[in-house]
Structure formats: structure tokens, C-alpha cells
């Protein structure tokens, strides 16, 4: 299977989603069918009893996956829901609350809103890289404190171990959004202090419409929606049987072949990079390239003078992007690049590129040919 194999189209659009993985509808299409029709939550019957058992199951495989317990896991409608609950529901009345200048809007937005409810923030500044430095995070007590595992627009990979220690030092609160991160398998919740994590299913190869909250055991949040007591309460509503199957046949493969996924898109990203570097004059590089400093699959870049909006409608082969697909229809430049200290110039004249676990080198290099032309008809 190759990214384009079903229109004709190189996708390398990953960082926006990921198709899903053949292996995970296997698992998943058994449970959509009429002899699957039972309310997990139902406990007179053997069909509830069967869909039961298969979400306990997937939820274990999504604690695996994190170094996390079965119970530490309420599984969520998306990351965006996960991000919510994590950040309305997980902090304390009258704590302040800090996150990164370049969080997904779904972050962003809950911390105005809390803003809103009397919190006070505090937007914590990054690097040229795109990293928060630790020793910035100055807080005098209590605080919660929310950082992504890896940036959605330049991948870069945040230094959460130490952000969380710091938090928790003061008594504070750690959540990361670690949705991007966990294709390569770069997460332990309990290795790395983690207090609260948001997961999302397709962006490791499963469904959409489903991700979960990891909420480590002893942190209480405060549901935002009521009438059911599905999952102790926190997070009530009948769970999509198929769908958490989804997302836990998605983790366990991901566990199993994480890192073997990141050290051939490595390749495959340096390759594509080097052919784009070679091609395309005053090209630049947004996203880390250094060992460990940026998610695998991940090449963000630059063209000065170009307008990457137009250069992509003159590539109907490839499915690409300019940034985040959560906020493109705003039509301002990227947030997360303009906090990297990135001219607005800049901004408008890059190009986010993902590879994935479909992707092939055949598609690298007929998207390094494609976009060389366009780049430097553009230049």
C-alpha cells in the first residue's frame, strides 16, 4: 500500500492525519456488523458483555502504548475533546495556567476560555526551534501547565520530561498534547511525569472520531458532560465499540513498529530535504533536523518571495499543506511560526510536508521532482 494508492494522489499530508492502517479495519470491521449491535455498557447480555471486553482490551493497548495503566485511560471523542476535558476540567479553581506559544487552537482556545473564568495565563515563549526552555517556566506555586510532545505544523519535539518535573516540584499540574508523538512511540506518561496526555486515532494510523485522555491515577477532573456514568462518570456517553478497537489495534501496532517507522522516514525525510536543498535556491529549513530534536516524518520549509498557497494549486499530484490543517482556513500566517521568530514573509512561503508509514521512496522521489519545478518557477 503507498500513500496515492487509492486516487493517484503522493499524500504526504501525515501531519494532518494518517490513512488507516488495513490492519486496524481487520480488526475493527467485526464490529460494525448486525451481529456486533451491543451496548458495551449493557450488561444483561452477551453481545454487551463481548463489546465490553473488546474496549478493556483497547484501552489496555493504549496504556501500553504510553506506559500507562488500563484504568488511567477514558477514552474520548478526539484529541480536541481530550485537550477540553484536560484543561476546563483538569485545573484546580484559582490556579494559574501556562502553555507554549505554539499549542494546537484546541489548547489555545481552553486556555482563553479559562482566561475568561477569572485563570490567569501565561504564554511561554520558544526558541528558533521551536522549543520551550525549562528554566522559562517560572512559577512561584501551584500551576497547570500544558506543552505538546511534538509540534503539529515543524514537529519539533518538546523537552516534557523536564517540563513536567519542574511543574510538579511546585505542585503543579503536567498535560501534554502528545498527539503527533506517539506514531514513533515517544511518550511514557510514568518515565516522564506526565499528569494528563491527549491521544487522537488518526494520527497513528487509526480512525478519526475517537482518542482518549490519560489521566494518571490520583488527578481528579471535573466531567464536562453529564447524564451518563460510562467511565466512572468522567467522561459518560456509550463508547463506539469499533472505534476504540480502532484506536487500540492502532497503538499495539504502533508499539510494535515504532521505531522501526521512525529510522525509514528519517531516511526518507533527509532524502527529500536534500533533493528540495539541491533544487530550490534560498531554500531554508523550518523543522529540526539534529537526532531526536524533531518528529521523523516531519519536513517543514521555506521559500522566501514564494506564495506556497498558489505553488500548491500548481501541484494537483500532491497532497500537501501549508500548515496546521485545524486552523488553514484562517488565513493568517502560522502562529507556531511567527513565535519562532519567523517573518510573516517566511510564514506565507512555507510548506509542511509529512511522510508516513505508507510512503514510499518511489513517491519521495516523485515529489522531490514535482516540487523542485514548482518551487523554483515560483522563485
Known sequence: MSGGAVDGLVYLDHMASTPLDPAVLEEMLPWMGVAAAGNPHAAGHRRGWRAAEAIERARGDVAALIGARAGEILFMSGATEANALALLGGVPEGWPVLCSAVEHPSVLACVGELARRGHATETLPVDAAGRVDPDAVRIDGPALVSVMAANNEVGTIQPVADLARRCRERGGLFHTDAVQALSTGLLDVAAMGIDLASLSGHKLCGPMGIGALYVRQGVAVRPLLFGGGQQGGQR??????????????????????????????????????????????????????????????????????????????????????????????????????????????????????????????GEVDRAGALLVEALQRGS
Do not use: Y
Not at 530534536?293 to 517543514?300: D, I, P, Q, V, Y
Not at 496546521?324 to 507556531?336: D, F, K, M, N
Open 236 to 361: 459518560p456517553g456509550t463508547l463506539p465499540t469499533a472505534l476504540c478497537v480502532g484506536l487500540g489495534a492502532a497503538c499495539r501496532i504502533a508499539r510494535e513498529r515504532g521505531a522501526a517507522d521512525a529510522a525509514r522516514l528519517r531516511e526518507l525525510r533527509e532524502r527529500l530535504f536534500a533533493v528540495l536543498a539541491d533544487g530550490v535556491p534560498g531554500l531554508r529549513r523550518n523543522s529540526p533536523s539534529a537526532e531526536g530534536m524533531g518528529l521523523a516524518g516531519c519536513l517543514h520549509v521555506a521559500v522566501p518571495g514564494l506564495d506556497a498557497a498558489d505553488r500548491l494549486l500548481d501541484l494537483p499530484e500532491l497532497a500537501l499543506s501549508t500548515g496546521s490543517a485545524c486552523s488553514s482556513g484562517e488565513g493568517g500566517p502560522s502562529h507556531v511560526l511567527l513565535a519562532m521568530g519567523r517573518s510573516v514573509e517566511d510564514a506565507f512561503g512555507s510548506i509542511r510536508i509529512g511522510l508516513g508509514r505508507f510512503t514510499t521512496a
